[in-house]
């Protein structure tokens, strides 16, 4: 959609702003509204509001990202193009730590628990995952919501800051890197030393991700993962 | 944004003090500047002599240093009373009546109207309405860095420290609006941090707050409607707006935005072209922000927009 | 297992005092057909075959595996030879008949509450029980939808949708009828909801009319018939003034515990939930009528009078326990009152027609307050002990989960003692302010637990209460927390069960454990008590931990979940436990000779 090309040019114009004082910052002010205006007459899709994902960073884009598999249904699942994204700010420092604040800020802690092991929604930390723990996974988990009262933060969270959550979730150790989706599916662990090439789910150097991923910590027996269909509930009791 | 002229007696006493000691520092100067011009030309009249030494000791003269020493005393006791005096004269009033607490974040104001009847507490953002002639408590705290709380008309600054609630107050005596700044350095917007005190006469205080303790205005259009869907769904979960299920408290309430005279801490006059702006592209505006940008699509905007123009 | 700091237990056949408790709807001795049993909420069955002197040849009858895994708290209902189950969500009912070998299932219903509530629920997906009333079998399915199955058939004969689960509203009480209305309420006080009380028709399942917990005098049905006692909470809308501006709309008071009704002044009796968000810091004032008492018209659900037990509630203390309502005399002077015990650690004596405090004392450890006002109801609060933003607090006891929960007392008429499993439980708590987002939590509370008598301390206790003197008569530590109901009996014996799965039989008047028996998972459930179509006395209780109880998950010893009714009586003998039940077909001579038991 080019409305996408608009406001890039207008972030153009925009970027005067704030050098600007007073007299020429009214002027700034003026053409941008002239631009938003043009942005809104120019475009002639109307889609009531509010399903339109629109990632104003060249980051993956959610439509690519949607089309992540749920799981293994069947069985028959490919790790598609698409599971293998790497997520733009994996072990960035930074953004590890704005994911942490979203993660508190947007009450993910009210359900997944403060240092996300677990509460009325499941532990991140423990390498169990029902909807896949690769980076590309946990984006659309987090973006379209899933079955069981996962929320859809799409569109109430802009990409990047939903890729920042992650970043967070991968840094607690318990997610997989981007090329395991296989591994994920057939219930290995990363770091499983798998023999000769009979499974082939771990296949060394098959990432095709210059992006280096944080090492997932190998799968602890006593983390093992509740299989219950409802995490233990460190709740009140209501 | 002066401070050379104060307009209520949380800044008055210090303002005068400030104009007092500079005038006394001025005159302290001439007269030290005269002593010691009329010390150099007599030294120069002494020159004649060649069996002078180099340094010799004058006669007498001792009456200048008690003289000296006596005046300067005198003046800078009186200075240590009259701040005294000043310090005790700013200091929080036995009474109030309105309690602000006044929340500072990266980089705008958020403002609690605090009140001993719960239902009469409300919200708002970088804007303080108080009424004139009337002191106000101003409770500080900050929800991430060092700032501090500065309106120049109207008194000193105040330090707002996280962890730790500050307290100071002001008074306006003069009905009219009064800017506020940050005064400690505090990230990249720092400069774009500033916020406007209101003193309303007291009826006017009286509708204003009438006004605020209203919910928003329920949209009574198809396209007021569809705006507030698009703002539930982009806006809600860091903005709250009385009234609807937007409950965020992460940026500033928005339950009467267009109250307002300016958005995004002060920066920009709150127009409809600048508002437009500001959701469009708030990154764009100032860079940094915590307002993310949202990128939403033209139809999208132009709802917000609408249902944004709603909250008066 | 005494506590040396409890009073002297009872000698046999001695009262306590004169308490005595109104049993209506008197149903047959040997049936259960509401989770309380009766309208007072005394959980006490008038059969009398299991006593102090054969209990402890209780043995496990039969068995049933309902095939669901989560918190399960309910107790089992009995109306004629047929015994009725809910279990937590997927909410399935089954119908078991008594009269057959091993109580086969003789319908089962599975009503389809959608996955999307198993998110929306704080605490466990659990569900408190069913009802029985009118030949229907009536319970709260997660998914905020109330339903009438036909007692004989299972057949669904009307559903309700009382809440939108999207919003956070659930719904996980057991409903309480009393003739042709049920009353139904919503949990949810973690998440924000407007907390309410609804009655249905019980013919049609049409709502009648809702109260809520707080707003308007309207929201609430305040009228001119109501008058609390105290004078702070009177004045006009109240839950709405009592609130920083709109926010009593977000301000929970759910109603997600236990109904009383008092057929002589037909009130009904309940208790509201916490306010939201928890943290308190977001919304000064006393937030009414939040962990509150109403007492309403039971027909037309005009409010007859209000008490908040902790008023700005800062600690989730809510006040949605049990409301046990009894005759007693007080000063020489007959009251009829009701005994709760709050979250916050206090056991109240209320006057049940007035609202009257008559005595609140802790049966807990606590640090919140030094005490309640008698004169104004007021608690009067310990400053350092609330919470501030972002600033740990270390050791408030009780914590959000308090003294004691949900799990109902039981009220003995032969002792005159109220029994109630407790806790001994603080908290380190850390408030972070919250924003409301509709269907997360608007919660806050970052929490960690632990017993209040040191690292190796017991997490839980039983306890006897004596609601006349205000104090315990005996106590029993437990290492692992008390969460289940208690039962008491006509046979002077009280059952419990404990989270790390023994179920235990007391005698009612010394405290003595007279048998224990460990079950499969844990016990939160609430233990009942039936005699069979062979007229024998039997004890039932589900074993299967979850719900609050989660919190101590990390004890070591803590069991995995489970969800198996136990069915006990003495030996275990049931008409079809004896021997030659089926006929042997053997071939081998020896064994032919000896007659071959299967």
């Not at chain 3, 046999?12 to 109104?22: K, L, W």
């Not at chain 3, 049933?64 to 895994?69: E, K, N, V």
């Not at chain 3, 919660?443 to 039983?462: I, Y």
């Not at chain 3, 499969?520 to 609430?526: C, D, E, K, L, V």
Request: proline share 8%.
């Amino acid at each position: 959609m080019n409305m996408w090309r608009v406001l890039r040019d207008n972030d153009v114009h925009m970027r005067i702003v704030p050098m600007a004082t007073g007299e020429s910052r009214r002027a700034a002010a003026m053409l941008t509204l002239a631009a938003c205006t043009m942005l809104i007459a120019g475009c002639g899709r109307d889609h009531g509001g509010s399903t339109a994902p629109a990632p104003s960073q060249p980051d993956p884009s959610a439509e690519v990202i949607t089309s992540v598999p749920l799981g293994p249904v069947a069985g028959a699942a490919q790790s598609t193009l698409a599971t293998r994204l790497p997520n733009p700010y994996s072990n960035d420092a930074q953004a590890v730590q704005q994911g942490q604040d979203l993660y508190i800020k947007m009450n993910c802690a009210g359900c997944h628990g403060y240092g996300a092991k677990g509460g009325m929604g499941p532990n991140l930390t423990d390498g169990y995952w029902r909807y896949g723990g690769v980076p590309a996974s946990i984006f659309n988990s987090i973006y379209q919501g899933r079955p069981q009262g996962m929320p859809a933060w799409n569109p109430a969270l802009p990409t990047q800051d939903i890729w920042k959550i992650v970043a967070y979730i991968q840094s607690l150790g318990g997610s997989y890197p981007a090329h395991l989706y296989q591994a994920w599916m057939q219930g290995d662990k990363p770091g499983d030393v798998v023999p000769g090439d009979v499974a082939g789910t771990v296949p060394p150097g098959t990432s095709n991700s210059s992006v280096p991923e944080p090492k997932a910590s190998p799968a602890k027996p006593q983390s093992a993962p509740a299989v219950n269909d409802v995490a233990p509930a460190p709740g009140t009791g209501k | 944004m002066s401070y050379l002229r104060t307009y209520g007696p949380a800044g008055d006493p210090g303002t005068r003090l400030g104009w007092g000691l500079g005038i006394v520092s001025i005159i302290v100067m001439a007269v030290i500047t005269l002593l010691l011009l009329g010390a150099i030309l007599r030294r120069r009249a002494r020159q004649g002599d060649p069996r002078a030494l180099a340094v010799q000791r004058d006669e007498g003269g001792m009456a200048w240093l008690y003289i000296g020493v006596g005046v300067s005393a005198v003046v800078v006791v009186g200075c240590v009373i009259w701040t005294m005096f000043t310090v005790a004269a700013i200091a929080m009033p036995a009474r109030t009546d309105l309690t602000v607490q006044v929340t500072g974040a990266q980089w705008w104001w958020s403002v609690r109207y605090q009140n001993d009847d719960p239902s009469r507490i409300f919200t708002a953002a970088n804007e303080i309405h108080i009424p004139v002639g009337r002191p106000v408590r101003i409770e500080l705290l900050s929800h991430d860095v060092i700032h501090s709380f500065w309106i120049p008309r109207l008194g000193g600054k105040m330090d707002v420290i996280p962890g730790q609630t500050n307290v100071t107050w002001l008074q306006a005596d003069k009905p009219g609006v009064y800017r506020g700044q940050c005064g400690e350095y505090c990230g990249a917007q720092h400069a774009h941090m500033s916020m406007y005190v209101i003193a309303d006469m007291p009826q006017d205080y009286l509708n204003w707050t009438r006004n605020q303790l209203q919910d928003a205005v329920a949209p009574d259009s198809m396209a007021t409607r569809n705006g507030q869907q698009a703002f539930l769904a982009h806006c809600a979960v860091c903005h709250a707006v009385r009234g609807t299920p937007a409950g965020g408290i992460l940026g500033p309430d928005l339950t009467h935005l267009m109250s307002r005279r300016t958005i995004a801490a002060g920066m920009l006059p709150n127009t409809p072209g600048n508002l437009a702006a500001w959701v469009a592209d708030s990154q764009a505006l100032k860079p940094g922000s915590q307002m993310p940008a949202l990128a939403l699509s033209g139809p999208d905007l132009s709802a917000v927009m609408t249902y944004l123009q709603t909250l008066r | 297992m005494q506590s040396p700091d409890a009073a002297a237990p009872l000698g046999p056949g001695r009262v306590m005092n004169d308490a005595r408790a109104n049993f209506a709807p008197n149903d047959p001795p040997g049936e259960w057909h509401s989770q309380a049993r009766d309208y007072a909420n005394t959980r006490y069955s008038p059969l009398d075959q299991i006593t102090a002197a054969n209990v402890a040849k209780l043995r496990i009858a039969w068995s049933f595996s309902d095939g669901t895994s989560n918190g399960h708290e309910a107790a089992p209902l009995v109306v004629g030879d047929t015994m009725y189950l809910v279990t937590p969500f997927p909410n399935l009912a089954y119908a078991l008949d008594l009269g057959k070998p091993g109580a086969p299932i003789k319908w089962s219903y599975d009503p389809k509450p959608t996955p999307l509530a198993i998110g929306k629920a704080c605490c466990d997906t659990v569900n408190r029980g069913a009802t029985v009333v009118d030949g229907k079998l009536i319970y709260n399915l997660l998914d905020d939808h109330t339903i009438a199955l036909d007692a004989g058939t299972g057949k669904e004969l009307w559903r309700t949708k009382m809440g939108d689960v999207t919003t956070g509203v659930t719904m996980t009480m057991a409903p309480f009828a009393v003739g042709n209305k049920v009353y139904v309420g919503n949990s949810g006080g973690e998440l924000g909801v407007w907390g309410w009380l609804a009655a249905l028709d019980v013919k049609t399942g049409k709502e009648l009319w809702r109260a809520h917990s707080s707003g308007t005098d309207k929201d609430v049905l305040i009228g001119p018939d109501f008058k609390p006692f105290y004078a702070w909470m009177k004045g006009r809308d109240l839950g709405k003034t009592t609130w920083p501006a709109g926010m009593w709309k977000t301000g929970a008071g759910a109603v997600w515990g236990w109904v009383s009704y008092d057929p002589e002044t037909n009130l009904i009796y309940y208790g509201t939930s916490n306010p939201g968000p928890r943290v308190p810091s977001q919304r000064p004032g006393y937030n009414l009528w939040t962990s509150a008492i109403f007492a309403r018209d039971a027909t037309t659900g005009e409010a007859k009078w209000a008490y908040q037990f902790t008023p700005h509630d800062q600690w989730d203390y809510d006040g949605v326990n049990e409301n046990v309502l009894l005759d007693l005399t007080i000063d020489g002077k007959p009251r009829k009152v009701l005994v709760h015990f709050d979250r916050n650690a206090f056991a109240y004596t209320l006057d049940r027609t007035t609202g009257e405090v008559l005595s609140a004392k802790p049966f807990a450890y606590q640090n919140w307050s030094h005490g309640i006002d008698l004169k104004t109801g007021m608690p009067k609060v310990v400053a350092e002990m609330q919470p501030k933003p972002n600033v740990k607090l270390s050791n408030v006891c009780p914590p959000d989960i308090g003294g004691k929960d949900w799990q109902p007392a039981a009220f003995s008429p032969h002792t005159g003692l109220v029994y109630a499993g407790i806790f001994n439980l603080c908290m380190n708590v850390t408030d972070h302010p919250q924003s409301y987002i509709p269907g997360t939590p608007y919660d806050g509370m970052e929490m960690t637990r632990h017993s209040a008598s040191g690292p190796k301390g017991n997490w839980g206790e039983f306890m006897a209460w004596d609601p006349v003197a205000g104090k315990k008569a005996w106590t029993i530590k437990e290492q692992f927390m008390v969460m289940s109901g208690a039962l008491a009996t006509a046979g002077d014996v009280v059952f419990y069960g404990t989270v790390d799965g023994w179920f235990r039989a007391v005698d009612a008047r010394s405290g003595k454990v007279l048998w224990s028996q460990k079950l499969s998972s844990g016990i939160i459930a609430q233990p009942m008590t039936y005699l069979g179509p062979d007229k024998r006395q039997y004890v039932a209780v589900y074993s299967g931990v979850g719900g609050a109880a989660m919190v101590s998950s990390a004890q070591p010893g803590f069991p995995p979940r489970g969800g198996v009714l136990y069915v006990f009586s003495i030996d275990g003998d049931s008409p079809h436990s004896a021997p030659g039940m089926l006929t042997t077909e053997g071939t081998a001579p020896a064994l032919r000779s000896t007659g071959g038991k299967p």
